[in-house]
């Protein structure tokens, strides 16, 4: 059975620093690429950033390029979302979800919530 | 940035009626890289529909999709009860990989 299993959320002040972490287990994770998805509370759905199989690509969302960075790593099955200069706009649910070739993501984890507030 | 622009905001009907929702995208979505996800409350999205018209695993067929360019739709033709949800587009061609800001299909 495929899992997606997201730590490190909570509750951060405006200008600080959170690191997103996704445990992946049930396939065979250095095969994919992922994507982390974002919901502000009450709003739609925002994809905010990209990575391939091997970390040869990579791409972000025009609102969190410069702040975030995305990596992997496949010897511990494991996805990470650093997050700096976080915003109050940065509020929300944070999803990892694995995104197969030439598809779009096909699972997603249940999310991970993140408050940015003073 | 293709911005894709979700029709209507909001649909309500009657389960066992046809529901269609449409989604427009700003410039030509590469390869018909179009996909529909399912959204309920609390609840992780779940993904109808990729490449504009191939449903995904475990999908029933009364969910289907069509179009192509810059024009999508997504058809359940008969509403069950459980099909009650928020609906979103995604383009997975070219990044940034945007959604649309989502139908929500509500009982009447």
């Known amino acids: 059975e495929v899992q997606l299993v997201g730590s490190g959320g909570g509750l951060v002040q405006p200008g600080g620093s959170l690191r997103l972490s996704c445990a992946a287990s049930?396939?065979?994770?250095?095969?994919?690429?992922m994507n982390w998805v974002r919901q502000a509370p009450g709003k739609g759905l925002e994809w905010v950033s990209y990575?391939?199989?091997?970390?040869?690509?990579?791409y972000y969302a025009d609102s969190v390029k410069g702040r975030f960075t995305i990596s992997r790593d496949n010897g511990k099955n494991s996805l990470y979302l650093q997050m700096n200069s976080l915003r109050d706009e940065d509020t929300g649910v944070y999803h990892c979800?694995?995104?197969?070739?030439?598809?779009?993501?096909?699972?997603w984890g249940q999310g991970i919530l993140v408050t940015v507030s003073s | 940035e293709i911005v894709l622009t979700q029709s209507p905001g909001t649909l309500s009907l009657s389960p066992g009626e046809r529901a269609t929702l449409s989604c427009r995208a700003s410039?030509?979505?590469?390869?018909?890289?179009l996909a529909w996800f399912q959204q309920k409350p609390g609840q992780a999205p779940r993904l109808l529909i990729y490449?504009?018209?191939s449903r995904a695993t475990g999908i029933p067929d009364r969910f289907s999709g069509s179009g192509s360019g810059t024009d999508f739709t997504l058809t359940i033709s008969r509403l069950e009860p459980e099909d009650f949800a928020v609906y979103y587009c995604?383009?997975?061609?070219?990044?940034?990989?945007?959604f649309g800001q989502g139908t929500r299909l509500e009982i009447k």
């Open positions: 979800a694995r995104v197969p070739k030439f598809s779009p993501a096909d699972y």
């Open positions: 995604q383009q997975y061609g070219s990044s940034p990989f945007t």
């Open positions: 490449g504009a018209s």
């Open positions: 410039q030509s979505v590469s390869s018909n890289y």
């Open positions: 049930g396939f065979t994770f250095s095969y994919y690429s």
């Open positions: 990575i391939s199989s091997s970390s040869s690509a990579i």
